[in-house]
């Protein structure tokens, strides 16, 4: 059969969702999910905030962005954006990359709302006349009264901390937030996968994931166990 690139799985369960968002370092009181698909999770955190008004879950989502938003696959979030989300979700990620405007890999999704819109459905005025906006989006094509979202680090990981329980994550850190970066940290946990599953675990074209695994076998060998070191061990014992 051949190779079609995927763009987004299924929707997740909520108990799943949950398990997810844990797993990229948002605390929430559940199991974590071993090393979740980092825009899979952020796009449908926004879908059961924004769609299903969990502002709890919002909130979080907002704050992990802040702190995170560097080691996002930008490309492909965006796309999984404009293709799968509501109006609503669509403004909401349209808020979020204007107030990182400085980021210019999200300068598309930055354009993808132009009318300003309520986060609430009813009773924003109200909120807003008592509280004042949220200033993480003051200007942006989304309202949100300050009261709504809290904002408290302790809420996400620190970038130190995911990277030491993510794989994907750390292979961003190190080599930027790219298809490669997840292609290796997969291939470091199952080196014995194929070009093509490996592209369909990652959402990575098949020449991307070709590349990887052909790179991977050369530093690392097929099972991922080579040993460095070799020639300067044998000329230790020679001498």
Not at 144 to 161: H, K, W, Y
Request: charge should be positive; proline fraction near 3%.
């Amino acid at each position: 059969m051949a190779f079609k690139r995927a763009l987004c799985v299924a929707t997740p369960e909520p108990e799943s969702l949950t398990a997810a968002m844990a797993g990229i370092g948002m605390n929430f009181a559940s199991a974590a999910a071993n090393e979740p698909n980092i825009e899979d999770t952020l796009f449908f955190a926004s879908v059961e905030g924004v769609d299903k008004e969990d502002f709890r879950v919002l909130a979080i989502l907002v704050t992990w962005f802040g702190v995170h938003h560097t080691w996002v696959n930008a490309d492909r979030l965006t796309k999984v954006v404009i293709k799968n989300g509501s109006s609503r979700v669509r403004a909401f990620w349209c808020g979020l990359a204007q107030w990182q405007e400085k980021d210019r890999r999200f300068a598309r999704l930055a354009m993808l709302h132009k009318r300003r819109i309520d986060l609430l459905s009813s009773g924003a005025d109200f909120q807003i006349r008592r509280h004042g906006e949220d200033p993480r989006f003051e200007g942006t094509c989304i309202r949100i009264p300050a009261n709504l979202l809290r904002a408290r680090g302790a809420d996400v990981l620190s970038p130190e901390e995911l990277a030491l329980r993510h794989r994907a994550y750390r292979y961003r850190v190190a080599v930027g937030p790219n298809y490669r970066a997840d292609l290796l940290a997969t291939l470091e946990a199952e080196p014995r996968l194929s070009a093509s599953d490996l592209a369909r675990r990652t959402y990575a074209s098949f020449a991307s994931a070709w590349q990887a695994k052909r790179d991977f076998v050369i530093a690392f060998g097929e099972n991922g166990q080579r040993k460095f070191g070799l020639r300067e061990k044998k000329e230790k014992q020679s001498a």
